[in-house]
């Protein structure tokens, strides 16, 4: 396994729409344990492959609490096949918009269709944490950031805010 770079806004490859997968194969099993050291190590909840540079419908996600054991869990070519009417507001961040967090709306509840780590096709309902945690992943997949739903202006402010702490970092770096 090898860690890999977690890119920022504004990198342009955020706003690519991720390509399907073809197969689940040991070269994508090699991409997905990556994906998920580099999470671990971030450290976060949820990866989505082009945040490492790679636009691929691949997510990562861990959502075990502090103190549980590790429960890995890999979406190739997630879908949502339903979502609720009833919505719920929730804090997030991301790994690709650095110490931005801010409340975003989302259907409280969505029913998920993925293949797996094996390439098994999985069907499940998601609530809580979790739909939470897959819509934002699979926003990345469509170029979509959290904070795309956002006011401009607080979009705007976010990006002003990663873009100055990479300067700033590079600045002490050098
Ligand atoms: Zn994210």
């Not at 959502?63 to 429960?71: F, H, I, M, T, V």
């Given at each position: ?61 861990d959502l075990a609490?502090?103190?549980e054991p590790p429960q890995p869990r ?101």
């Amino acid at each position: 396994m090898a860690l890999r770079e977690i890119i920022t806004v504004p990198n342009p490859l955020l706003k690519k729409v991720s390509k399907p997968v073809e197969q689940v194969d040991d070269e994508l099993r090699v991409l997905m344990d990556d994906m998920l050291e580099t999470m671990y190590a971030a450290p976060g909840i949820g990866l989505a492959a082009v945040q490492v540079g790679v636009p691929r419908r691949v997510i990562v996600m861990d959502l075990a609490r502090e103190g549980e054991p590790p429960q890995p869990r890999y979406f190739v070519n997630p879908e949502i096949t339903w979502r609720s009417d009833q919505l719920a507001v929730r804090e997030e961040g991301c790994l690709s918009v650095p110490d931005i967090y801010d409340e975003v709306e989302r259907p409280a509840q969505v029913g998920l269709r993925y293949m797996d780590y094996h390439g098994e096709t999985v069907e499940e309902d998601a609530e809580g944490l979790l739909a939470v945690c897959i819509q934002h992943e699979m926003d990345h997949l469509e170029g979509v950031l959290f904070i795309d739903h956002l006011s401009r202006l607080n979009r705007d402010r976010a990006v002003a805010k990663v873009k100055k702490a990479a300067k700033d970092g590079a600045e002490k770096a050098a």
